[in-house]
């Protein structure tokens, strides 16, 4: 028996392509085409009522639109799209114009591959390593994916930002709120940013990017003034409590933007800060004593947890007792909540969760670059973050919560 009974396809000796990759692309291309004819032989039944005076159907098959091909994650697909005709004679008889729903006008691209350009980007590939990628990924056949998609890519997600910032709140009420002030390695117009960073817990229970913007090292003017344009903005309800790290700045200005918002220190920073005043042989006894803090079922048995730490460690390393003695309230605030939500309250790893696929990003960009830029690149990653963010543990009990319910130790007071 020949090779060529064997094998119909192109040999792979000889083939200058993948041939699953063709078997794949072929698969597709008829895949399409019989989609498309089902979508147009459905349209026209959905509009086989609309005739004429003589009883002559207005919408009508007439050959097909032009070649053209559709980029996809397998190559290049060629298209040969059915025409529709309307045969009305006047506006009155004309219906809606037939517009392919698979494969909209003037589409060159599926998808997901639109998809994949920012997604590469934000991941780290530079627009220099751009062609090579595309590719490997595509074949050498894909065409109109060069760098500069990403450039034109990057100025409208800078026109998004630019536009979110601006975006009212009048509807927003956020529950609880989480604020970091995180520092990228990235240099913005020859200076280390430190971009403030709002998230939120809405009445639904899901969780929203509310402010991302650069400020001068969390000093207190600087989250004064983020804060300030979110009231301006419509957020006229007080949170019921933030969570965040020791930044002194915050804590001043939430003070007098949203006075009736409580303070919940983040348990991670403060761990981390306390650690950092005991010798490395007494960090792990120490870290299982502090878990045994915001462990704890009840407050009171938080205070006896707390009291045991101080007792152990005040006296050898008194740096260590006093970091952790004085946010004793602010550390323990979260059992003035429902339970259900501890596990939410007691840090702010929401924005350290986020924020770890930025620095993988600005890791890789050398040297400085504009200020919009760098926070519109954050913005886009925090975005696609964002898509993965689980909801608020029993919803029901936020709603308990802003209708005024009291809750001891994180179980509802009776009225």
């Known amino acids: 028996m020949s090779d060529a009974t064997r094998f119909p396809g192109p040999r792979p000796e000889t083939s200058t392509s993948d041939a699953l990759t063709e078997i794949l692309r072929e698969g597709a291309r008829r895949l399409l085409t019989t989609a498309l004819e089902a979508e147009v032989n459905a349209y026209l039944a959905q509009h086989a009522d609309l005739c004429d005076q003589q009883g002559h159907r207005l919408l009508v098959?007439?050959?097909?639109?032009?070649?053209?091909?559709?980029?996809?994650?397998?190559?290049?697909?060629?298209?040969?799209?059915?025409?529709?005709?309307?045969?009305?004679?006047?506006?009155?008889?004309?219906?809606?114009?037939?517009?392919?729903?698979?494969?909209?006008?003037?589409?060159?691209?599926?998808?997901?591959?639109?998809?994949?350009?920012?997604?590469?980007?934000?991941?780290?590939?530079?627009?220099?390593?751009?062609?090579?990628?595309?590719?490997?990924?595509?074949?050498?056949?894909?065409?109109?994916?060069?760098?500069?998609?990403?450039?034109?890519?990057?100025?409208?997600?800078?026109?998004?930002?630019?536009?979110?910032?601006?975006?009212?709140?009048?509807?927003?009420?956020y529950v609880y709120l989480w604020v970091d002030g995180v520092y990228l390695s990235v240099r913005l117009e020859n200076a280390r940013p430190c971009v403030l960073v709002v998230i939120g817990a809405t009445e639904d229970g899901r969780k929203e990017l509310v402010a991302l913007e650069d400020g001068e090292r969390e000093s207190e003017q600087s989250w004064y003034e983020l804060l300030w344009d979110l009231k301006n903005r419509g957020l006229s309800i007080d949170p019921e409590v933030a969570v965040g790290d020791g930044a002194l700045g915050f804590w001043k200005a939430v003070s007098k933007v949203f006075p009736k918002t409580r303070r919940q220190r983040c348990w991670v920073h403060k761990t981390a800060n306390v650690l950092n005043h005991l010798p490395k042989g007494q960090q792990s006894h120490a870290k299982r004593e502090l878990q045994q803090i915001w462990m704890a079922a009840t407050r009171s048995e938080a205070y006896r947890a707390f009291d045991r730490f101080l007792e152990t460690y005040g006296t050898k390393y008194p740096k260590a007792a006093q970091c952790l003695s004085k946010d004793r309230e602010a550390l323990l605030c979260f059992y003035d909540f429902p339970a259900e939500h501890w596990v939410h309250l007691r840090t702010s790893n929401p924005i350290e969760s986020a924020f770890a696929t930025v620095?993988?990003?600005?890791?890789?960009?050398?040297?400085?670059?504009?200020?919009?830029?760098?926070?519109?690149?954050?913005?886009?990653?925090?975005?696609?973050?964002?898509?993965?963010?689980?909801?608020?543990?029993?919803?029901?009990?936020?709603?308990?919560?802003?209708?005024?319910?009291?809750?001891?130790?994180?179980?509802?007071?009776?009225?």
């Open 61 to 173: 098959r007439n050959g097909y639109l032009p070649h053209r091909e559709i980029q996809t994650g397998i190559g290049p697909i060629p298209v040969r799209q059915p025409r529709v005709e309307d045969r009305g004679t006047s506006p009155a008889d004309r219906c809606i114009r037939f517009s392919s729903k698979i494969v909209p006008p003037y589409v060159r691209k599926a998808r997901s591959l639109e998809a994949a350009i920012p997604w590469l980007y934000l991941r780290g590939i530079s627009t220099g390593d751009f062609s090579e990628a595309l590719s490997a990924l595509l074949g050498p056949d894909a065409t109109g994916l060069s760098a500069s998609t990403v450039v034109r890519l990057k100025q409208l997600w800078l026109e998004e930002y630019e536009g979110w910032k601006k975006r009212s709140l009048k509807e927003k009420r």
């Open 359 to 415: 620095r993988l990003r600005t890791d890789k960009t050398k040297g400085a670059g504009s200020r919009l830029a760098g926070l519109s690149m954050a913005f886009k990653l925090v975005q696609a973050a964002a898509k993965y963010w689980r909801l608020l543990h029993s919803v029901e009990r936020i709603k308990e919560l802003i209708s005024g319910a009291t809750f001891k130790d994180g179980i509802k007071v009776a009225a």
